[in-house]
């Protein structure tokens, strides 16, 4: 199982950006999938998960209405459509693999990709 996120860069306020993040192996389809985010001096945080189905979506409060989880399981490929981009949204961003459910915390999930780097300029 590997996962590769890509699509990180430099924006400016108010910009959009949409991160990918491949899998390879069979799981895909059947793991629920979440994006977290760590930025300089804090911890790993939640954003965004998306059920195995791509029938359940859930955000943290400081990107409903701006980012968007979506899969392709065509493609095995995870995505994070972001809008609006502010600068607080500056850290690198990692995907990562879920068996049991929704997680919103790092401990729960079994896979990670490595991170891609968002900054966003004010």
């Known amino acids: 199982v590997q996962l590769q996120a890509s699509g990180g860069g430099l924006v400016q306020t108010g910009d959009s950006l949409r991160l990918s993040c491949a899998a390879s192996?069979?799981?895909?389809?059947?793991?629920?999938l979440g994006w977290f985010r760590q930025a300089p001096g804090k911890e790993r945080e939640f954003v965004a998960a998306?059920?195995?189905?791509?029938?359940?979506?859930i955000y943290t409060d400081s990107v409903k209405g701006r980012f968007v989880i979506s899969k392709d399981n065509a493609k095995s490929t995870l995505y994070l459509q972001m809008n609006s981009l502010k600068p607080e949204d500056t850290a690198v961003y990692y995907c990562?693999?879920?068996?049991?459910?929704?997680?919103?915390?790092?401990?729960?999930?079994?896979?990670w990709g490595q991170g891609t780097q968002v900054t966003v300029s004010s």
């Open positions: 990562g693999a879920d068996r049991d459910g929704l997680g919103v915390r790092v401990i729960e999930y079994d896979y």
């Open positions: 998306i059920s195995w189905n791509g029938g359940s979506t």
């Open positions: 192996g069979d799981f895909f389809s059947y793991y629920n």
